[in-house]
DNA sequence: GTTAAAGTGTAACTTTTGTTACTGCCAAAC
DNA sequence: GTTTGGCAGTAACAAAAGTTACACTTTAAC
């Protein structure tokens, strides 16, 4: 663990708050697809992303999702560090895009530390400018664009959280999380291709310049 | 400002915080429609609200608007400290919907304060809470509800944040916040005229029930 | 090998939203 | 009083997105 916070956390953290983290954090590791918290749940503790990709997700009333942004190597859950202090539900809910590590901190330190460290203020600041950035950047997508510049951010975005310029998602997952429906994605799937940008197969789809 | 911090803020800020508040903050009046912050500013002062209401939105590439939300009696603005601490530029505008008084309080005490006193902390953290919470409110609007829709809510919310139930607004501007067109907005307004749930007059709409 | 399920392609159609254009009305300015 | 500009109503049309239906292919299960 302690090798993970000196990478990842190192010139973020001072050294007597990674000796804390250590002391009291846990390493867990989660499958590309598990769910790590589900909306309605309690929030016990609090992840710093090591290495892999999160997705955080919205869901309305008829229980269909929305993408909302990805979380990263050296990030943390905004939501989560509300959650914990306000002791609210989630409102999220989270899901390994990748085979994921974290290391999760017991709630209980979150407010000692924001009172503590310097850093840690700093690091929980930085979270909520990231994460509200992240949150505007969504509203311009839904509010500002068409389904096909939205689906080509998605593209965009997707290559990069993965690191690989094929995706292996179906019509339908994309439509799922673009809130959408699979005719739709499939057309405009189909119209990138032609414009060769694209290439499509079965359950992958190879970006070739976007 | 000390009878303004008493109403407003005992009970969530320690006297001696609010000894410092006094010391430091200035107090701000704005009328309805002025300009607090623009896309682009740095912001140098975090503001209280005392009384009226602000309200927040985002912009597109040609200039047109969307209404994220609204900042009410006790409120702060989440963007503004994420803004003081990275000084980074401000994403948003904030227009006074209502006139209102503020206390400005300097960037710099911020920092300090966060260390210091406990409950500024819990202050700024449900401060954010409450704007992520806005924020993701405000998606809901955006992906998952038909404009009829938002305009109801819009309408509903204006009634809430202003406590009246004639709102004096123009087609044109409600288009504006929804990001939409004005003859749109006249056709919904029309449609929920003739269902007897409000009714219309130039410049002015009245809530009747909704 | 046969069957079943999941994934994709596409046509035809509907609904929602946005656009253009024109009308009349009201209020302030002259 | 007349003019002018902003506001609202509405028709007609266009574009975007969503829906239904069905064909065909691939893969996994039996």
């Not at 899901?95 to 974290?102: G, H, Q």
């Not at 499509?200 to 070739?208: A, D, G, P, Q, T």
Request: charged residues 30%.
């Amino acid at each position: 663990m302690l090798n993970y916070l000196k990478e990842n956390f190192t010139n973020i953290f001072e050294d007597a708050l990674i000796e804390e983290i250590i002391e009291v954090g846990t390493l867990k590791e989660v499958k590309e697809g598990e769910k790590l918290i589900e909306i309605g749940d309690y929030v016990r503790s609090m992840p710093l992303l090591i290495s892999g990709a999160i997705k955080i997700l919205r869901e309305d009333e008829d229980g269909d999702e929305l993408l909302l942004y990805f979380l990263e190597r050296g990030d943390t859950c905004a939501m989560t560090l509300t959650c914990c202090l306000g002791q609210t539900k989630s409102e999220i809910r989270a899901v390994a895009e990748l085979d994921t590590t974290l290391i999760m901190i017991p709630i209980q330190k979150m407010e000692e530390w924001t009172g503590k460290y310097k850093s840690w203020r700093n690091f929980v600041f930085q979270s909520y400018h990231e994460r509200l950035t992240e949150m505007l950047e969504t509203i311009d997508s839904i509010a500002f664009y068409n389904m096909d510049e939205r689906l080509v951010k998605y593209l965009q975005n997707k290559k990069k959280v993965t690191n690989d310029s094929l995706i292996n998602s179906t019509h339908q997952e994309i439509a799922y999380e673009l809130h959408t429906s699979r005719v739709v994605v499939s057309r405009l799937l189909k119209k990138l291709e032609s414009l060769g940008k694209i290439e499509l197969y079965r359950n992958s789809i190879k970006i070739v310049s976007l």
